[in-house]
């Protein structure tokens, strides 16, 4: 079974408290957004694997380590998982950016595919998928899904809160793929939003409703 990550570091904690605070706007929310995926980017990449290569200092030769193994792709789940992208990008410039869209339909639940870019190299990749919310799972698993029909056996999932449903759904359906999050919250409530939460992710990101 992958492992569940929450990354319960004293900055993360503190942004993620003004991020769910309903009277911040739009700017702070994603300025926040931002800034929390940096600070998750440096944990969910600590099992990258290094290799050693011979430079010289100022006053020696030296071996020293660097990043070796399978390259990165960030993919964010549209829309709100793109608010992920940038502070990820921050610590990891040579990934590469896929972007898969779904929605969630109000009445069903049920996830809607309606866009995919990719890198043509996905199976050759680590993949990083984000979402700022796993609430009941449908979307992350279908876009994890997704991903492996095109290709991809390697993912990790990045979401900023997450309910136990929606963890419980992901693990069932891809147990091989760890999650890491910022808190699992308490609950859903009957429309199927995170409870406390911060609200709908893709609107306080972009301003819409
Ligand atoms: C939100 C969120 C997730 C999904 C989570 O997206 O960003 O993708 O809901 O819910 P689930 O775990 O129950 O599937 P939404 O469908 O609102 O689309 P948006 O990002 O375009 O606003
Ligand atoms: N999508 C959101 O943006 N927020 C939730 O709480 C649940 C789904």
Redesign the pocket.
């Known amino acids: 079974m992958g492992k569940v990550v929450v990354l319960d570091h004293p900055l993360i904690k503190h942004k993620l408290t003004f991020i769910r605070d309903k009277n911040t706007g739009s700017k702070e929310f994603r300025e926040l957004v931002k800034e929390v995926s940096m600070l998750m980017a440096y944990e969910v990449t600590r099992d990258l694997s290094l290799e050693e290569i011979e430079i010289e200092t100022p006053l020696t030769k030296m071996k020293a380590e660097v990043i070796s193994g399978k390259k990165l792709g960030l993919v964010p ?5 793109l608010g992920m992208v940038d502070g990820m990008l921050n610590l990891l410039p040579a990934a590469r950016v896929g972007h898969v869209g ?3 339909d109000p009445k069903t ?1 049920k ?1 809607v595919e309606y866009y995919c870019k990719l890198p043509n190299d996905i199976g050759d990749r680590e993949l990083i998928v984000l ?10 698993t279908a876009a994890i899904e997704f991903l492996k029909e095109r290709g991809s056996n390697s993912m990790k999932l990045v979401c900023l809160i997450a309910a136990p449903e ?1 963890i419980e759904v992901v693990q069932k359906a891809h147990p091989e793929v760890d999650i890491y999050v910022a808190s699992i919250d308490e609950r859903l409530n009957e429309n ?1 939003y995170i409870v406390p939460g911060l609200g ?4 306080r990101l972009f301003g819409t409703k």
Do not use: F, H, N, Q
């Open positions: 789940i549209l829309r709100a998982g779904l929605y969630r639940l996830p979402d700022p919310m796993l609430a009941t799972g449908g979307s992350a929606g199927a709908d992710a893709g609107d």
